[in-house]
């Protein structure tokens, strides 16, 4: 059984920084594309960083240069580093991760950001 688990969210007040984990289990996910989104209530789900296989990243223009995605393959594990946090930063934030073909997510885990 393929399984996504999500952890390191919280309260955290504007300007600091949170960091997240997904680990993965049942499967390995260290050839396939990973990435995390988030979602607020009454939105879409929207995502915020892509890891390729290769280590390529993509990141949502609204949190380049204060968010950074990496994986550690050897745990089967990604992790989002959100740094300069803002109040619109709030949210659900998911992990996701294809395999073969198919999209699968953990939980969410919330974050807040108090101005």
């Known amino acids: 059984q393929v399984q996504l688990v999500e952890s390191g969210g919280g309260l955290v007040q504007a300007g600091g920084s949170l960091s997240l984990s997904c680990v993965a289990s049942?499967?390995?996910?260290?050839?396939?594309?990973m990435a995390w989104y988030r979602q607020v209530p009454g939105k879409q789900r929207e995502l915020v960083a892509a890891i390729t296989s290769g280590d390529n990243t993509n990141y949502a223009a609204s949190v380049k240069g204060r968010f950074s995605i990496a994986r550690d393959n050897a745990k089967n594990t990604v992790y989002l580093q959100m740094n300069s946090l803002k109040s619109e930063d709030t949210a659900v934030y998911y992990c996701?991760?294809?395999?073969?073909?198919?999209?699968?997510w953990g939980q969410g885990t919330q974050v807040t950001v108090s101005s």
């Open positions: 049942g499967s390995d996910f260290s050839s396939n594309f």
């Open positions: 996701s991760g294809r395999l073969y073909g198919l999209n699968y």
